[in-house]
């Protein structure tokens, strides 16, 4: 997948060259590519913001460089569907990063200032919001979405790695362990050492409806509703 990022800090995205992203770059199957905003602006000064209409205090980002921008991101990948981050967007959840993950790609538009030109929602597919706060620009959430959608490319976790995660159908994981076996005092429940592999099986379910229930009561009764 190729996923371009518009961004007014492409310096911020360095965590995106780590890890197993990283793998995935090198491997193929992620491409990503950032773009400076205000590379895509006509004057000395390269403003990619200017005054509201009708006044108010806050800056507001011109149309002008975020349509140059997108169009250029999208002559290198024409099938990128076009996401722009802001607070007031739907909010960004597992399921919406599986339906990402099957795009052939994703130009993110990395909103910031107090807003942005209402036309340039004209070219954006979805405004996403990754949770009800607000942060400082965009770059954080589109890094968010990015790391999200490519752990769920096919290759690039190992087989199945991702199948039993959390927010997958309802349920949290089941607690882990590793060595050693007692730790301060502190020891791995009996039936994970006891090689009973259903048993082992029906406990973990049982430890992931119970921590559910414990954790996240809203995501329990959704759980219940399509359990029965
Ligand atoms: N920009 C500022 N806050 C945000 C949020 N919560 N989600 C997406 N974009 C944002």
Same mark, same amino acid.
Request: charged share 30%; with cysteine.
């Given at each position: 997948?190729?996923?371009?990022?518009?961004?007014?800090?492409?310096?911020?995205?360095?965590?995106?060259?780590?890890?197993?992203?990283?793998?995935?770059?090198?491997?193929?199957?992620?491409?990503?590519?950032? !773009?400076?905003?205000?590379?895509?602006?006509?004057?000395?000064?390269?403003?990619?913001?200017?005054?509201?209409?009708?006044?108010?205090?806050?800056?507001?980002?011109?149309?002008?460089?975020?349509?140059?921008?997108?169009?250029?991101?999208?002559?290198?990948?024409?099938?990128?569907?076009?996401?722009?981050?802001? *607070?007031?967007?739907?909010?960004?959840?597992?399921?919406? +990063?599986?339906?990402?993950?099957?795009?052939?790609?994703?130009?993110?538009?990395?909103?910031?200032?107090?807003?942005?030109?209402?036309?340039?929602?004209?070219?954006?597919?979805?405004?996403?919001?990754?949770?009800?706060?607000?942060?400082?620009?965009?770059?954080?959430?589109?890094?968010?979405?990015?790391?999200?959608?490519?752990?769920?490319? *096919?290759?690039?976790?190992?087989?199945?790695?991702?199948?039993?995660?959390?927010?997958?159908?309802?349920?949290?994981? !089941?607690?882990?362990?590793?060595?050693?076996?007692?730790?301060?005092?502190?020891?791995? *429940?009996?039936?994970?050492?006891?090689?009973?592999?259903?048993?082992?099986?029906?406990?973990?379910?049982?430890? +992931?409806?119970?921590?559910?229930?414990?954790?996240? *009561?809203?995501?329990?009764?959704?759980?219940?509703?399509?359990?029965?």
């Amino acid at each position: 997948m190729r996923i371009d990022i518009i961004t007014i800090f492409p310096g911020m995205f360095a965590p995106l060259e780590q890890s197993i992203l990283k793998r995935a770059a090198e491997k193929k199957l992620l491409e990503i590519k950032l !773009w400076d905003l205000r590379d895509f602006t006509q004057d000395k000064h390269r403003k990619v913001d200017d005054t509201a209409y009708g006044g108010g205090k806050g800056m507001v980002f011109r149309c002008e460089p975020v349509f140059n921008a997108v169009s250029r991101a999208k002559n290198e990948n024409p099938c990128g569907k076009v996401i722009i981050t802001s *607070p007031q967007g739907s909010l960004f959840t597992q399921e919406a +990063a599986k339906k990402f993950s099957r795009e052939q790609g994703l130009i993110i538009i990395c909103g910031h200032y107090e807003g942005i030109d209402e036309r340039v929602f004209s070219i954006v597919d979805y405004e996403v919001s990754i949770g009800d706060y607000v942060l400082t620009g965009g770059e954080l959430p589109a890094m968010v979405i990015t790391d999200c959608v490519a752990r769920l490319i *096919p290759g690039v976790l190992p087989k199945e790695a991702s199948v039993d995660d959390s927010f997958n159908g309802c349920l949290l994981d !089941w607690p882990c362990y590793t060595k050693p076996e007692v730790f301060n005092g502190l020891r791995v *429940p009996e039936i994970l050492l006891s090689g009973n592999h259903k048993k082992i099986a029906e406990w973990r379910c049982k430890q +992931a409806e119970e921590r559910t229930r414990k954790k996240r *009561p809203d995501l329990y009764k959704k759980y219940l509703k399509e359990k029965s």
